[in-house]
């Protein structure tokens, strides 16, 4: 198992769904927001940006360049609710519900990535995206190491092994 990016907690209200995530990362601010708040740093670990205005209220089309095993890519429209550069960037898109990512500089060499997503849906669904989404954080270390994610080479296999993981564990509720 990958350790680099610790699990992810979630937290349940009914069918609304609250994943938590915080990546302490070795790289200053500067490098890790481009990463979660452009279009083309966002390509190198999550999905294509095909629609981004940079500001509250700005829309955005967020097209993962992952598929599922009938070769379909998520496709997730909505717009941006908070924009506080090199600090907060987060997007409300269909789908995915509320995406948050506030950055932290505990020093200038790190950065602290808190992660929030707030997603409607069955526990099934919740283990489905904590483990989708600490794959795509496993990405974004790459990206920041200077390997971008060659989406060519993608498969389910380490999804399916951290959702196994997730399944196994709970999903870690809090």
Not at 8 to 28: A, D, I, M, N, Q
Not at 133 to 141: G, I, K, R, V, Y
Request: charged share 25%.
């Amino acid at each position: 198992m990958d350790d680099r990016i610790a699990h992810g907690t979630s937290l349940t209200h009914g069918e609304t769904h609250v994943l938590r995530f915080v990546l302490e990362l070795p790289y200053p601010v500067t490098e890790v927001w481009p990463r979660v708040a452009t279009p083309a740093g966002l390509q190198e670990w999550l999905c294509a940006a095909d629609v981004f205005e940079p500001h509250i209220g700005g829309q955005v089309r967020l097209r993962w360049l992952n598929t599922d095993e009938e070769g379909n890519a998520t496709v997730a429209a909505g717009e941006v609710t908070a924009w506080d550069v090199e600090r907060v960037a987060e997007y409300e898109v269909i789908l995915h519900g509320r995406i948050r990512f506030h950055l932290e500089a505990p020093s200038p060499d790190a950065t602290i990535l808190r992660f929030t997503n707030e997603i409607v849906g069955t526990a099934a669904r919740r283990l489905d995206s904590l483990a989708g989404w600490h794959n795509h954080f496993e990405f974004l270390a790459d990206a920041l190491d200077g390997r971008p994610k060659n989406w060519s080479t993608w498969t389910l296999d380490r999804w399916l092994e951290l959702r196994a993981d997730y399944e196994r564990r709970g999903g870690r509720q809090v």
